[in-house]
């Protein structure tokens, strides 16, 4: 549901020239980015076997259901 949406959204961000501000701020959008990765696979780590599927699943779909709904 996620891949498509980003999609459209880098498809239209990209005519408007939104993200022109990304390579003016390349070192910035390197840290941003670097963290992002860092901060994932980390949080993966700690998370794995720590948690059952029983719970990371439903979980999962409470916060997929809810998003749409943050104004």
């Known amino acids: 549901m996620s891949l498509p949406t980003m999609l459209v959204a880098f498809a239209r961000y ?20 670097t963290g992002s990765i860092v901060g994932a696979v980390l949080g993966g780590l700690l998370l794995l076997g720590v948690f059952p ?18 104004k």
């Open 14 to 33: 990209s005519r408007d020239g939104s993200f022109a501000v990304l390579g003016a701020s390349l070192r910035f959008t390197t840290i941003m980015a």
């Open 53 to 70: 599927d029983l719970v990371l699943i439903p979980l999962l779909a409470v916060i997929l259901l809810a998003a749409p709904l943050q």
